[in-house]
């Protein structure tokens, strides 16, 4: 099993993440020394990032990956894309849906306030255009917080559940601690990202959250959370 980073903002210039090279160096041994072993880039797919050709994507990805094979050789880098889900974007510019390095997953957020109605059809929309779908941080929907049996409708669907490791670490309320306890308890988490965009506030890191999860729900299910469910997802067995 590799300790596996499935969603963050570690490209340089492409998005809210990362500003420019010396952040991503920065980021990029934060998360090495923090023992991830592979990393997924999800830079965003929303406007108005839509205005950014995919080639300046590619083009920081190839840099950032030049640098890592030898500052950080011990790192495995892959690239996606983290969808805000849009039912315009997902008609008129399927072209702009990147998967998680060619899986055919999906990785789709929502507006924190967003209904369940309008998560689910969601979903089921990316689904229908021939992706699999794994939902983003599902703690950060105001909506999720309010039945722990909404994570289960979402698994139910055929969904994978991804959840931000510092939510599990610092969660911003008493509400989210609950939840977040319940989520564990339950074995609804298929994966949990650091969703880092910078080296101060939302840093690289999943040490912290996994020891949480393996204290909590044991090794084994640490293990599937942090590594063994995005293994699947890049060997292409889900």
């Not at 020891?211 to 060997?235: L, N, P, S």
């Amino acid at each position: 099993m590799k300790i596996t980073d499935i969603h963050c903002h570690l490209l340089p210039g492409v998005d809210d993440g990362a500003k420019d090279m010396d952040d991503t160096k920065a980021m990029l041994k934060i998360a090495a020394d923090d023992g991830i072993q592979r990393i997924m880039f999800t830079p965003h797919i929303r406007r108005p990032w839509l205005k950014r050709p995919w080639s300046k994507v590619l083009e920081a990805f190839e840099k950032v990956k030049e640098y890592a094979a030898s500052a950080h050789p011990q790192l495995e880098l892959y690239l996606g894309s983290e969808f805000d889900y849009s039912g315009t974007i997902l008609r008129e510019e399927p072209h702009q849906l990147h998967d998680l390095s060619g899986s055919g997953m999906i990785l789709v957020e929502f507006k924190p306030y967003d209904k369940f109605d309008r998560i689910r059809e969601g979903i089921q929309q990316v689904q229908m255009a021939g992706y699999d779908v794994m939902l983003a941080h599902i703690e950060r929907y105001d909506v999720m917080l309010t039945d722990i049996d909404l994570a289960s409708r979402i698994a139910d669907l055929g969904a994978l559940i991804q959840v931000n490791a510092d939510d599990i670490v610092h969660p911003g309320s008493f509400k989210m601690r609950g939840y977040m306890k319940k989520m564990i308890d339950r074995h609804l988490i298929d994966l949990a990202g650091s969703d880092a965009h910078d080296v101060k506030f939302r840093r690289p890191e999943l040490s912290k959250a996994y020891e949480i999860v393996k204290k909590r729900a044991g090794a084994d299910y640490a293990d599937y959370v942090f590594g063994g469910c995005a293994d699947r997802i890049i060997k292409r067995d889900v």
